[in-house]
């Protein structure tokens, strides 16, 4: 400490709090920077695996700067035949299951999927959230806690009797079975994240617009929606990424047609040999990258849309 | 309204009446159909050891997960509370954790707690905490759920964090200055005022974690089916693999048996706490 203490005028007692302010402010940071660091590190290091050369991937302590290889990604993206890259690699044929780690397939199921489902859950959730914010309704609490309920629905609870009932439809392994339940699933997400936003958007509203003569219905969709369109957004980008995470249910309904990447990605068996993790890894970050961009056009509302409108944030 | 409440009532009622049904019955391979068997299913769960199991692995997973991420939650939502430069991009960097597919978060930590060429293996071995012969995944299993809660920490904390910034940055002021006019020190107005005022917000992020804690699937299935031997079964992932094994009656009378415990928990919870949409 080199701050004088003895001088009492004014301007330094300023200088020095403002000085002990600022230091605790870096103190602080320089912790929340170690523990930023340490959350971030395992998504670090899976990306970097990606890029490791063959080998590097399981060197200690880490190596953090090599020469980037592009052939896990040569494989995963670009559908060079699994078996002539461990050939190069290893110089003989190990293994004949790998053939399947090109996922530009599961990358357009994953987007097909998540972006059908999402377009409804929109397009059927926000009538509902309005109707649930505006129309006088006995037991609303009652409503509002059967659609958070089926959100508590353990997943395997659903996934049987789903099973069955597309077995006997036919349903199986086709993009509307799975799109049905994901709406499904993210079906109370987006009610009662919407009606948090249309329960701030003042009544008047739509007083005027009945008065100008509209119905209910053209008040609904001409005024008030476009006054929700920034939680219409949000609720639209959190319900993509559920859907593009979710997995025991399409792990469950579908079999080689349709594979999501989560499924995709933990479909391959890593126990037999050490060298599959590079594939893994370049599977993995491919899986996470469209999420990481979405999620940062939506953070302003993360916090609502993960409590589902419970905590405004 | 209508398309979205007949939605929800099938994704609502037809699996709990189907499971209902089906847990009166039990699927027979040879005929491809499902025999009434009566409450055999009903006998078999209250006997069943490895359901107690998974319950307990349940149970003590989610007391620990829930307790450490709210502790960590907590702490590091103060930190960032109280003052740090550029608040915006560390609270930006910490969402990246929970939004990260939980099948891949299952196998980034299976990369990194590798007993062999794991880096957090390779960390705790160094630092005398586990030995090669018992690492966290793998050896007799002992660690196995430590190492599933690593994950889950990993991936939810982040979320207890942000919800409870949000809260603290929405705190009214007054009481606070009131507190320091009165003489507390940080301490008590952390206990005394912060924490109280807290409460709804702390009763959303607990409600939540709940939910998702007692269903967690995803880490189990990529990280340790359930084993070594059912160290690490919750009672999803048993549900999962009577499912699996085509008991086909016997799940669905677990999934009614999940069913009725959580909602009547959640049921009694939002009363209690007055949790409110």
Redesign the interface.
């Known amino acids: 400490m080199t701050t004088t203490t003895s001088s009492p005028t004014t301007s330094h007692t300023i200088d020095r709090t403002a000085w002990l302010r600022d230091g ?3 103190l ?2 320089l ?3 170690f ?2 660091a340490i ?2 590190f ?2 670090f ?2 990306f970097l ?1 990606s890029f490791k050369p063959f080998g590097l ?6 190596v953090f700067v090599f020469p980037p290889t592009f052939t896990w990604y040569s494989v995963v993206l670009g559908g060079v035949p699994y078996n002539q890259v461990m050939l190069e690699l290893t110089g003989a044929l190990t293994s004949t299951g790998g053939g399947m780690y090109y996922s530009v397939p599961y990358i357009i199921d994953s987007i097909v999927v998540a972006s059908v489902s999402t377009l409804l859950v929109v397009l ?2 926000t ?2 959230a309005y ?2 914010s505006r129309f006088p309704m006995r037991r609303r ?1 009652d409503l ?22 597309y077995r006997t439809l036919g349903w199986i392994d086709t993009y509307h079975g799975v799109i049905l339940v994901h ?3 993210n ?2 997400l987006a ?2 994240l919407l ?2 936003f249309f329960d701030e958007v003042p009544y008047d509203l739509d007083e005027a617009a009945l008065v100008d003569g509209a119905t209910r219905w053209q008040a609904f969709y001409k005024v008030i929606v476009h006054y929700v369109l920034p939680g219409l957004a949000a609720t639209a980008i959190l319900s993509f ?1 559920f859907s ?2 979710e ?2 249910l399409t792990l ?1 309904l579908t079999r080689t047609d349709i594979r999501t ?3 995709a ?2 479909t391959f068996d ?1 126990a037999t040999g ?1 060298t599959e ?1 590079g594939f ?2 370049a599977l ?1 970050t491919s ?2 990258a469209p ?2 961009i979405f ?2 056009l939506v ?1 302003r509302h ?2 609502r849309g ?8 | ?1 209508a ?3 007949l ?2 009532l ?3 009622v ?2 709990l009446v ?2 209902i049904w ?1 847990s009166f019955h039990k699927f027979d391979p040879m005929i491809r159909d499902f025999v009434w068997v009566g409450g055999e299913n009903w006998a078999t769960l209250f006997s069943d050891g490895r359901a107690l199991n998974a319950v307990r692995v349940t149970v003590l997973y989610g007391m620990l997960a829930l307790s450490i991420e709210l502790t960590l939650g907590l702490g ?1 939502a103060m ?2 509370d ?5 608040r915006g991009l ?23 707690e590798h007993s ?2 794991g ?1 957090i293996s ?1 960390l705790l071995y160094g630092a005398g905490v586990l030995t090669k012969q018992e690492p966290l995944l793998g050896g007799t299993g002992q660690y196995a759920l430590f190492g599933v809660l690593l994950a889950d920490i ?1 991936q939810w ?3 207890c964090i ?2 409870l910034l ?2 603290l940055k ?1 705190l009214p002021i007054e009481p606070l200055e009131a507190a320091e006019v009165d003489g507390a020190n940080g301490w008590q107005k952390f206990w005394r005022v912060k924490l109280p005022l807290l409460r709804n ?1 702390l009763a ?2 607990i409600l ?1 974690r709940i ?1 998702d804690l ?2 967690v ?2 880490y189990i ?2 990280m340790t089916s359930g084993g070594p031997g059912q160290r690490t079964e919750t ?2 992932y048993y ?2 693999q009577t ?1 699996v094994f085509i008991n ?1 009656g016997y ?2 009378t677990l ?2 048996a ?2 009725i415990v ?2 009547l928990s ?2 009694i919870y ?1 009363r209690l706490f007055h ?3």
């Open positions: 605790r402010m870096w602080r940071t912790v929340i920077v523990i930023v959350f971030i395992p998504i290091f899976w695996a991937i399981f060197t200690l302590p880490p059927i959730g009538p509902a109707a649930l609490h509002a806690f059967w659609i958070l309920s089926t959100r508590m629905m353990p997943v395997v609870v659903a996934a049987m009797p789903f099973f069955l009932m709406t499904v699933i079906l109370p009610i009662l009606k948090s990424i593009w995470n997995f025991l469950t990447m989560p499924v990605a933990s890593t050490g993790w893994l890894a993995g899986a996470m999420v990481f999620v940062l953070q993360l916090v993960l409590t589902m409108g419970a905590v405004k944030g | 309204m398309p979205a409440v939605l929800l099938i994704y609502s037809y699996p189907y499971n089906t590091i930190l960032l109280a003052g740090v430069y550029a560390w609270q930006s960097l910490l969402i990246l954790p929970m939004v990260t597919p939980p099948a891949v978060v299952g196998l980034m930590f299976r990369l990194l062999e060429f880096v390779w990993w904390t982040p979320f942000l919800i949000a809260g929405s917000v959303i992020v939540f939910i007692y269903r699937f995803d299935y990529v009672i999803s549900a999962y499912y086909w799940t669905a999934g009614v999940i069913l959580i909602w959640a049921f939002t949790v409110e949409w």
